[in-house]
């Protein structure tokens, strides 16, 4: 007989939390400048504790409930959730090139390279799904043509879960790494992903529905997009009409960001974005 575990937000989160402890990041930050934005950010506490007389109830709450997101690994998703869209727009502000958005709590690098003409790995299930055929050209700002870059892509299936996240996927299930072809040219086959739930059983969901607010993300394909000596892309691609578009959770949608796909005489939903690469 064979368990298949169910996904929780904890599997999840500690899943995403050990992804990204594995990085080890490092920042060149001075002491001054630390000193400053944390001076700052204390200030805006006392501030708040101020003006809303923050009781001891309140405060202890708020302190079992951080202890709660770090045992349950809800960092990255907190974090990614409310306060990367910020990051984002103040990171891209340089660049000219496609729209990026922010990158979330489920990238996981080195997916499998898949030529520029290619399916996604899916199960059968998801192959049940509408077929989404998503086709464009990598260029740099003057239109030169990037060949051999790579797409990075990876989403949800139809429940919402990503592979690598979830123990009941098969590993790298809707990922690919795609490289494009002489003329910078690609064209993807996945599904159409489904509108996406941030987990309701962990201490972000808690805190999302005891505000009061909605826990959903529209639905979204996200991508990296790579070429020589050109600044990569961390971007995400959303759906014309769907739901949540105007109310992310994670406020990361833009304008340009959503596809209207229409379907070709296969019933497959077609259509193409390009994306523009900076220099490095
Ligand atoms: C997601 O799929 C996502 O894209 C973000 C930003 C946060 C949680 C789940
Ligand atoms: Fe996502």
Redesign the pocket.
């Known amino acids: 007989m064979t368990t298949i575990e169910s996904p929780t937000a904890a599997g999840s989160g500690s899943a995403a939390t050990k992804n990204f402890t594995d990085l080890r990041v490092t920042a060149d930050t001075s002491p001054e400048r630390l000193s400053a934005i944390a001076t700052e950010a204390f200030a805006g506490f006392s501030a708040l504790i101020d003006k809303y007389e923050i009781t001891y109830d309140e405060y202890r709450v708020l302190k079992q409930w951080l202890i709660d997101v770090g045992a349950g690994g809800e960092w990255p998703?907190l974090l990614?959730?409310f306060v990367e869209h910020d990051i984002e727009e103040v990171n891209s502000r340089k660049y000219q090139g496609s729209k990026g958005s922010?990158e979330?709590?489920?990238y996981l690098p080195d997916a499998p390279l898949l030529p520029a003409r290619c399916t996604l790995p899916m199960r059968g299930r998801d192959a049940r799904q509408t077929p989404l055929v998503l086709h464009g050209q990598v260029t740099g700002l003057d239109g030169t043509p990037l060949p051999a870059a790579t797409i990075e892509i990876w989403h949800?299936d139809a429940e919402g879960y990503y592979s690598g996240f979830a123990p009941h996927l098969p590993e790298w299930n809707l990922r690919g790494t795609v490289v494009t072809d002489g003329d910078g040219r690609y064209e993807i086959t996945t599904i159409q992903p489904a509108p996406?739930q941030?987990p309701t059983d962990g201490p972000t969901g808690k805190f999302i529905e005891a505000a009061g607010w909605h826990p959903w993300?529209p639905a979204?394909l996200?991508l990296r997009v790579a070429a020589h000596r050109r600044h990569p892309i961390i971007t995400q691609l959303y759906f014309q009409g769907g739901d949540w578009l105007d109310s992310d959770v994670?406020s990361?949608t833009k304008p340009e960001l959503l596809l209207d796909p229409k379907p070709d005489a296969a019933g497959r939903n077609c259509v193409r974005y390009d994306f523009v690469l900076d220099p490095e």
């Open positions: 998703l990614d959730v922010i979330g709590p489920y949800a996406y941030i993300r979204h996200h994670a990361a």
